[in-house]
């Protein structure tokens, strides 16, 4: 099957009715949300029936509901949702269940530059993207047997931090590693998480100036993590080893937070520097992203992941968040979303931030 170019696709919309769409999951009540406080219509797809509840939400419930029997088919219905003048909005779920892959392949529209996930879903080309853009990133172990701090084990591609795991020693390390699974060991390090969520437009510059478009931070959040953020009322961790009991980090929620205003400076100097980088790497990451830090007892940041869409960290916001109040009254990030569709499709920027 030959891919349709993006310019094709956008010829045929008809750019005063568009219908943002994205898969009910994740941040879905909020695309919507923010969507139809734009003023677009709004499409759910999910597979089996998820309306009922969005009826108990119905101002985050899209206006059509799109039922598929499993992701990968939505590309098979590509040609119908292109005649409703469908824009996607990539998230974390929607990209997961469709598989990178099927989701590079998929003849719609896409809010975003979907380059991006050749660069961030591999561990090593992400390293390369965020360590020269200039960002500190926990330090690698290479040999299991050089472990002399506390480290993090992380296996490839898994997701939520499934299986991850903390060891102090190589012996530790023996005991837990699954076999014949990739992985990575990063030191573990000591501080506090910072979920960084900023958003970048190559087409508007009434923010942070960057060398093209500008940078804007919307609010930041630390995620609830089980069981390494609970399990201490059991007791120490190091007790409850012995027990065989070990902690894990699969994301079960969403905390809100704010951070010192002293470094904010930093938090836009790294944003800044991502885009840069991304624009020379790969034409530049679009839209939301997300810089996973923990700041040390130095007030430096590490950071250990990014994440190329809006996250899930961004829904307790839906009204604003302690930094977009500064912004716009009651701006999500669902909903700077769709303003950047709004702006560009009125100025005939839509190439520029779609793919
Ligand atoms: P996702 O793709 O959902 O962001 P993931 O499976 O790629 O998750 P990470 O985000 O890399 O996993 O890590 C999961 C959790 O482990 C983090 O949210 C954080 O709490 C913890 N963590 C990860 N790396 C480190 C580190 N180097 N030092 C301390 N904690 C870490």
Request: net charge neutral.
């Amino acid at each position: 099957m030959t891919k349709i170019d993006i310019s094709d696709m956008l010829t045929s919309y008809d750019k005063k009715n568009l219908t943002i769409a994205t898969v009910c999951s994740h941040s879905s009540l909020q695309i919507f949300n923010g969507a139809k406080k734009e003023g677009f219509k709004t499409l759910g797809i999910s597979v089996g029936e998820q309306k009922k509840i969005y009826d108990a939400f119905p101002l985050g419930s899209p206006d059509e509901h799109f039922i598929v029997d499993k992701y990968t088919d939505i590309a098979k219905y590509a040609e119908e949702l292109r005649e409703k003048n469908v824009i996607v909005i990539p998230h974390g779920s929607f990209v997961e269940y469709l598989g990178a892959d099927n989701f590079l392949k998929m003849d719609l529209p896409s809010f975003g530059n979907k380059k991006v996930l050749i660069w961030e879903s591999d561990r090593k080309k992400e390293k390369q993207w965020l360590e020269r853009a200039g960002l500190t990133m926990p330090q690698q172990i290479k040999d299991p047997k050089d472990i002399d701090r506390p480290v993090i084990v992380k296996y490839h591609g898994a997701k939520g931090g499934k299986d991850f795991f903390v060891a102090k020693t190589y012996k530790e390390f023996t005991k837990r590693i699954i076999k014949n699974k990739r992985y990575i060991i990063q030191e573990f390090v000591l501080g506090t998480r910072y979920y960084l969520h900023y958003f970048y437009s190559p087409i508007q510059n009434n923010a942070y100036k960057l060398s093209k478009g500008s940078l804007q931070l919307l609010s930041m959040d630390r995620r609830d993590e089980t069981t390494i953020d609970e399990v201490q009322r059991l007791g120490s961790i190091a007790e409850l080893e012995e027990l065989g009991i070990h902690p894990t980090f699969v994301v079960t929620g969403n905390i809100p937070i704010v951070m010192r205003e002293s470094l904010l400076p930093k938090v836009f100097k790294m944003g800044e520097a991502v885009v840069e980088k991304s624009i020379e790497l790969f034409g530049g990451i679009i839209g939301s992203f997300c810089l996973e830090t923990v700041v040390t007892e130095d007030l430096d940041f590490k950071v250990f992941e990014i994440s190329a869409r809006i996250v899930a960290g961004t829904n307790p916001y839906i009204s604003g968040s302690p930094y977009s109040e500064f912004i716009q009254p009651d701006l999500s990030t669902g909903r700077r979303i769709a303003q950047e569709i709004k702006y560009a499709a009125k100025n005939k920027l839509l190439e520029e931030i779609i793919t």
